[in-house]
């Protein structure tokens, strides 16, 4: 369940990219070839201020890099999924609100309370970054977001991911998200 929240929360934060390439003309990939690659993506993700849940205007950053592989036998073939949210900007500005100041709550006894609700064996932990890592066969990435799931640009230089399940966790948002992420030239 706290993957689960996890990995919400990852993409709900994403929903601020939304139509950023608006100009651009999206296809479906033909074939899992057509997605092999390092597509990597990065944002700034504005948190609103929230007095009530004494949550402060700020951001986190995160790095999205989906390493596509391609291989002669499917056991090799495989899409490695990464995202890095860096949570020091928000850490430092949720533990400088004068009404947190008061309880002495530091940015290190609030980072061990969070990282405490989110173990999970696919996420790694740094001082204030957490890593979420997820590997599946090429082929069964493919066919799994075969259904406008995954666009690119003409091109093929642009991947726009749509997610399809509900990421509103109660902020009131049941809109599809998409993550748009750029291939890595050699």
């Known amino acids: 369940m706290k993957r689960l929240f996890l990995v919400k929360?990852?993409?709900?934060?994403?929903?601020?990219?939304?139509?950023?390439?608006?100009?651009?003309?999206?296809t479906k990939p033909t074939s899992a070839n057509d997605i092999t690659g390092i597509w990597e993506g990065n944002l700034s993700i504005g948190i609103s201020r929230n007095p009530l849940a004494m949550i402060?205007?700020?951001?986190?950053?995160?790095?999205?890099?989906?390493?596509?592989?391609?291989?002669?036998?499917r056991t090799n073939a495989s899409v490695h999924f990464t995202a890095r949210m860096d949570f020091n900007k928000f850490m430092d500005d949720f533990t400088n609100q004068p009404e947190i100041r008061l309880f002495g709550v530091t940015k290190e006894v609030l980072w061990e309370m969070l990282v405490s609700e989110m173990k999970d064996e696919n996420i790694t932990y740094g001082k204030y970054y957490l890593i979420f890592t997820q590997s599946e066969y090429v082929d069964e990435f493919f066919l799994e977001n075969s259904n406008e799931q995954i666009l690119l640009n003409n091109d093929k230089t642009k991947m726009l991911l749509n997610i399809d399940f509900d990421l509103s966790m109660g902020f009131g948002n049941d809109d599809n998200s998409e993550i748009i992420l750029t291939k890595r030239l050699h």
């Open 9 to 26: 929360a990852v993409l709900l934060i994403c929903c601020a990219v939304q139509g950023a390439f608006a100009n651009d003309t999206w």
């Open 56 to 73: 402060p205007e700020s951001s986190i950053k995160l790095d999205v890099t989906l390493d596509c592989r391609e291989a002669a036998s």
